[in-house]
């Protein structure tokens, strides 16, 4: 699984290295692989997010920093509008499908006389 090109700013807020956060991510990817015995699939993803953001979490500090934001609030926002967008576009498509069908089953019914 390739890295998402966040890290940077997840690295940058939460105060460690780039390096560091990559490894992070690939830790979190492995567990995820050897829990669900597969690398594929929305619960994969999901578990790999969660981990990693508490792996990040962790590593930040070890006391409270409130000038830290929550990154796991900040991926699951972005997460809930990616997935708006997505919602938005495949009801637009079924929309379309349907008015498009509406328009060939209407061309094929013979006309009263």
């Known amino acids: 699984m390739n890295a998402p090109m966040i890290l940077p700013w997840v690295a940058h807020k939460a105060g460690i290295s780039q390096e560091l956060t990559l490894k992070l991510w690939r830790r979190a990817a492995s567990e995820a692989e050897l829990r669900l015995g597969s690398c594929r699939g929305q619960e994969y993803y999901r578990l790999v997010n969660e981990s990693f953001l508490s792996l990040v979490e962790d590593e930040s ?3 409270p920093c409130p000038s830290i934001p929550n990154l796991a609030w900040a991926w699951r926002q972005q997460h809930r509008i990616s ?3 997505m919602m938005a576009a495949q009801n637009l498509w079924n ?3 349907d008015a498009w069908q509406d328009c060939i089953h209407s061309a094929r019914l013979p006309r009263p006389a």
């Open 61 to 63: 500090c070890t006391e």
């Open 95 to 97: 929309e379309w499908l």
């Open 83 to 85: 997935h708006l967008s």
